[in-house]
């Protein structure tokens, strides 16, 4: 008995050794065919983190974060923001912190959908830049995984090592540099390549569902970027339809394209209405041909008259450097693409709808109009918007490449390559038929062992030579004058440009701005080096697979150049001047407090280093300034009337543009209700502490030390020791609520940025506030007959408004004011009148007052008054209307499409509605800008033909 129950022990043993051997082959082989899709990301994340380590960037330091421009400036600060909303300071969808109260929701909800997203809230309140470099490290991880699962399955042929190759080079793709400050925008990269996959699932199975999850997860990414750019993807995809899919299957295969598209658009809805409507509202809106016809001067009655070729170089050829850059930075790719067409030809119909989507993908990297008109009329690089199609393109034009070269395929039911054994395991392989396991000559030379190390010395030492040269061009200043010799004739701007930046490539290339003189070197070298290595391959002096490996080796170079550029070139101190500011905000609340403990609502600003503008949620301060794509243009109206710096679309600075002839600071920050003011002191050039008009305006912040003396408050700068923090308070700053006689105000002329009219619109102002004009005031007081609002005159009309001034209390989403009032007086606030407002009156609903500063006003009743503003996002309304409009409408089409014959039925109308579609996108959006700017050329030939004698004067 116990000689049997040992055998069973002993035979269970063995059947689990068996079966744990049995798990680790399995694993092993699973490993052996997929191990690329780990190891390739980790190789990116190892990248990656090292160069964080090198260059001291948290979390290897604390002397850097990768937090820089829009990161740092839109993104960051806004999320700081939840934490407010956690600890109960603030509602979650609006601000008072930043334009006078600007509603979020946009921001969130890019934010909120976004794959890693909540990593920036794991470290805490005042952490999210520095946890940008984490989000960074796994995001770039994860497109380096989409890169390679496309490569694999969608092209099985492609051995593993190339696949693991072509993933880590899509991860530094030029597109992650345009991208990468703005990060949510690397999610497309992300979607692409399995929106490929699902497209050709679509195309084989007509399962349609998958490509239309996946578009919408790109328009959840950027709502703007992901619609226009439907404008190239929508009919290439057509083309698809019409160029590679038997005739039986044409209107079945575009019908379903077109209901993919409108699927996704329905999925989308809960992001598309909100979105639209803040654009329709935004400071960013345009019309349609606000720049198409730059370079033409347009005359009121809307003719075009003269054309001035140089003003449309300037835009031009700034714009043509940047996207260049980007393009030619996908180096490798760009050159298997080509190597795919020289190979091919145009033998087959998918070679000819990759041609047809390569024209149309790159056309308006050369024809700007045509990217003004897919963008709505904003002017934006191409490349920063649509530029993640060139790279999925790019992407697939290199893997068909290296598996046109690398094997034989048998065709599949749409004429793409079908690979057959590469990536199989054994077992499979060995029960294929011979001919079907021809390599293609992947391993075919005919040099011997001696001969071929010869060739590979060869190689390398051509390789080793370009990129020396490349080190030695590159760090001479030679080459710089020779490049800004060349580009001065043909834009003085742009030569400026290059001179002074020569040396920043890393901030400029990984920021948008382009880096031409030194990627176009690294292209070329690139190119050189590969098109040596192909033709050693076309004289079989090495073989495919020789050549891959090496060329790995030397893609490896320009791989790590741009982790580099990634790094270095996004390394920001702001984080540390947030840590400075939110300091000097920490003393002056604890200054503003009352004896009960409870914080007032007061702006604070800073008079050179423009950091307000993103720094409010994260150093707990309120301010006017703000740097956000989502703002509302309402915001911007004291952006025209007061001359703050910004553009009056997504920026506004607490600086002023001091032009001296239409400026009234001392007026506009007072109205504004700037409490305080933080000065960076200049060693050499401290304007502000020597002005005697700011001393009488504001009086230095006294603070105890620690002896018990009073003294100004100052603080150092951590990153220079030479400056200092300085603080003022502003001795005329206005209410935040006050009566006036009529809160219906009006501007006298058009309130335009560089208006000559500004300083009557001031006194228009003035004379709203203080009941008479500004003349007749200063006859009374006996003061100066300057026609702005001096600093002495700010102060008395801070004194008048005092005593008419209400207790104003700044709540979540909330505004409450107590006053009392004469018959007929109004309520006027300095905060922006957003749509979503509602008030009350002693509890009763009243109507607020249109006013053309577009700020909070509303009819008092006489006595005693408790006013209630109280703030709802329109923007969640319209969110759940598209929520539920999306769910009826997909139960709608589930219905016709699989309940009923109408999508068989209505296949050949929607299909040829789509065709018309694609045909009319192409001649509006394509052909129609190629006319206008071929126009352009002709007449700027004279100009054209003297640029071509500077270029050549250059060289020769």
């Known amino acids: 008995m116990e000689l049997q129950q040992t055998q069973t022990l002993t035979t269970q043993t063995e059947e689990e050794k068996t079966e744990k051997q049995s798990f680790f082959k399995r694993i092993g082989e699973f490993m052996d065919i997929n191990y690329s899709l780990f190891f390739a990301p980790l190789i990116v994340m190892v990248l990656y983190a090292v160069a964080l380590a090198t260059s001291g960037v948290w979390p290897f330091g604390n002397g850097y974060t ?283 119909n998918f070679a000819k709808f990759m041609l047809v989507c390569g024209v149309m993908t790159l056309l308006p990297v050369f024809v700007d109009e045509s990217m003004l008109l897919m963008n709505m009329g904003s002017y934006m690089s191409y490349a920063l918007r649509f530029g993640f199609l060139n790279a999925l393109y790019f992407l697939g034009g290199a893997c068909l490449a290296l598996e046109n070269i690398c094997f034989t395929w048998d065709k599949s039911y749409d004429e793409t390559p079908l690979p057959v054994w590469r990536a199989l395991p054994k077992k499979i392989v060995d029960k294929i038929p011979e001919e079907y396991k021809n390599d293609g000559g992947m391993y075919e030379s005919n040099a011997k062992p001696r001969t071929l190390l010869v060739w590979l010395i060869v190689f390398g030492v051509v390789a080793l030579a370009a990129f020396v040269g490349l080190l030695i061009i590159i760090s001479n200043d030679n080459y710089r004058y020779m490049w800004d010799g060349l580009v001065q004739g043909l834009d003085s701007s742009l030569a400026s440009e290059l001179t002074s930046n020569f040396k920043s490539v890393s901030s400029r290339f990984a920021h948008s701005e382009g880096a031409l003189e030194v990627i176009a070197l690294l292209c070329v070298i690139v190119l050189v080096v590969a098109a040596f290595g192909t033709i050693l391959v076309r004289f079989k002096k090495l073989s495919p697979a020789i050549l891959s490996y090496l060329l790995i080796f030397v ?182 609520g006050f009566k006036v006689d009529d809160g219906a105000f009006r501007f006298d002329y058009p309130n335009e940025p560089n208006s000559t009219y500004r300083k009557y619109n001031q006194q228009a102002l003035y004379k709203f506030l203080r009941g008479k004009d500004l003349a007749s005031m200063r006859q009374e007081t006996g003061s100066s ?102 769910v009826v409408a997909l139960l709608a089409v589930a219905v016709v499409l699989k309940k009923t014959k109408l999508f068989t039925w209505t296949a050949p109308v929607v299909s040829w509605a789509g065709i018309a579609l694609s045909v009319a996108v192409i001649a509006f959006f394509m052909l129609f800008p190629l006319a206008v700017f071929a126009t352009k050329l002709v007449s700027a030939f004279p100009f054209i033909w003297e640029q071509m004698g500077i270029f050549f004067g250059v060289f020769f």
């Open 785 to 886: 007959s300057s026609e702005y609002v001096t600093p002495e005159t700010a102060k008395e009309l801070s004194s008048y408004l005092q005593n008419k001034a209400a207790d104003v209390t700044v709540g979540q989403g909330k505004i409450t004011a107590k006053v009392t009032a004469a018959a007929g007086e109004c309520l006027f606030l300095p905060f922006v009148a957003s749509r979503g407002y509602s008030v009350t009156v002693n509890g009763k609903k009243a109507e607020l007052i249109d006013n053309d500063l577009k700020l909070l006003s509303v009819a008092l009743s006489e006595g005693e008054n408790v006013v209630e503003f109280v703030y709802s996002s329109p923007y969640v309304k319209y969110a759940g209307i598209g929520a539920l409009a999306a």
């Open 66 to 348: 990768a937090a820089s421009y829009d990161l740092s400036a839109q993104i960051c600060p806004f999320i700081e923001h939840l934490f407010d909303v956690l600890d109960g300071k603030s509602s979650l969808f609006y601000s008072y912190a930043i334009v006078g109260g600007a509603d979020v929701f946009g921001t969130f909800l890019y934010f909120f959908v976004s794959p890693f997203s909540f990593i920036f809230l794991l470290a805490g309140d005042g952490m999210v830049a520095h946890m940008s470099s984490i989000v960074m490290l796994l995001k770039l991880g994860t497109i380096c995984f989409s890169g390679v699962w496309f490569a694999k399955y969608l092209f099985k042929g492609i051995p593993e090592y190339l696949c693991a190759a072509i993933g880590v080079v899509y991860a530094y793709c030029g597109y992650t540099f345009v991208s990468n400050t703005y990060i949510n925008w690397m999610d497309f990269l992300i979607y692409l390549p399995f929106a490929a996959w699902a497209y050709v699932r679509l195309v084989r199975t007509g399962k349609l569902l998958p490509f239309a999850v996946l578009v919408a997860c790109c328009v959840y990414t950027c709502f703007s970027i992901a619609c226009f750019s439907m404008f190239t993807a929508f009919p290439c995809l057509v083309f698809y339809g019409l160029l590679c899919v038997e005739k039986e299957r044409k209107h079945t295969v575009i019908a379903s394209t077109c209901w993919a598209f409108l699927i996704a658009l329905l999925i989308a809805l809960p992001v598309l209405l909100p979105a639209l409507s803040a654009y329709a509202s935004g400071g960013r809106g345009g019309d349609l041909f606000e720049n198409f016809w730059y370079g033409f001067t347009v005359s009121k009655d809307g003719t075009l008259t003269s054309f001035n070729m140089e003003n449309f170089w300037d835009k031009y050829s700034n714009s043509l450097y940047d996207k260049v850059s980007y393009i030619l930075s996908d180096s490798i790719f760009l050159f298997l693409t080509i190597v795919y067409f020289c190979r091919k030809g145009l033998k087959d």
């Open 555 to 736: 893609v490896g170079v320009q791989v790590l150049f741009y982790n580099n550029q990634l790094v270095v070139g996004n390394r920001s101190t702001q984080h540390i001047k947030s840590e400075t500011f939110a300091t000097i905000a920490a003393t002056l609340n604890e200054r503003e407090r009352d004896d009960d403990g409870n914080l007032p609502y007061f702006r604070v600003k800073d008079f050179s280093d423009n950091i307000t503008a993103n720094a409010p949620f994260s150093a707990n301060f309120n301010a006017v300034s703000v740097f956000s794509s989502v703002i509302d243009a309402d915001n911007f109206q004291t952006f025209n009337l007061f001359a703050y710096k910004g553009n009056g679309k997504n920026s506004l600075k607490s600086g002023h543009n001091f032009d001296k002839v239409n400026r009234s600071d001392e007026f506009g920050d007072s109205f504004w209700g700037y409490k305080y003011i933080i000065v960076r002191d200049k060693k050499d050039e401290s304007s502000y502490q020597n002005s005697n008009s700011r001393k009488k305006w504001w009086t230095p912040v006294m603070v105890t030390d620690e002896n018990g003396q009073q003294k100004p408050y100052v603080l150092p700068d951590k990153l220079d020791k030479n400056y200092y923090y300085y603080v003022y308070e502003n001795q005329a700053v206005f209410p935040l």
